[in-house]
Nanobody, 115 residues
Framework: QAQLVESGGGLVQPGGSLRLSCAAS????????VAWYRQAPGKQRELVAIITSARRTNVADSVLGRFTISRDNAKNTVYLQMNSLKPEDTAVYYC?????????WGQGTQVTVSS
């Protein structure tokens, strides 16, 4: 059973930046694809960005050019660098790891973009 701990959320003004971290344990991290999802109040959970075990990345159109996903396998950690934040980025952000039949989720971290 994977243990995922997200951190880095908080309150930021529009135009600001945050870096989210997802630290994984109890898994062979290098095997896993890792994704960030988010869920805003009253909306469905949506994929924000994904990085595969081969380090291929993809981000949602809504965050393209503003968010970057990366991973540090030595630290079993994935990062989501979020720049030029907008109020519509406000959501709970979740880390997800997948490999074969394994599919694990973190508890989420709140990101609020407001002046």
């Amino acid at each position: 059973q994977a243990q995922l701990v997200e951190s880095g959320g908080g309150l930021v003004q529009p135009g600001g930046s945050l870096r989210l971290s997802c630290a994984a344990s109890e898994i062979i991290f290098t095997l896993y694809d890792v994704a960030w999802y988010r869920q805003a109040p009253g909306k469905q959970r949506e994929l924000v960005a994904i990085i595969t075990s081969a380090r291929r990345t993809n981000v949602a159109d809504s965050v393209l050019g503003r968010f970057t996903i990366s991973r540090d396998n030595a630290k079993n950690t994935v990062y989501l660098q979020m720049n030029s934040l907008k109020p519509e980025d406000t959501a709970v952000y979740y880390c997800n790891v997948r490999w074969s039949r394994d599919d694990y989720w973190g508890q989420g971290t709140q990101v609020t973009v407001s002046s």
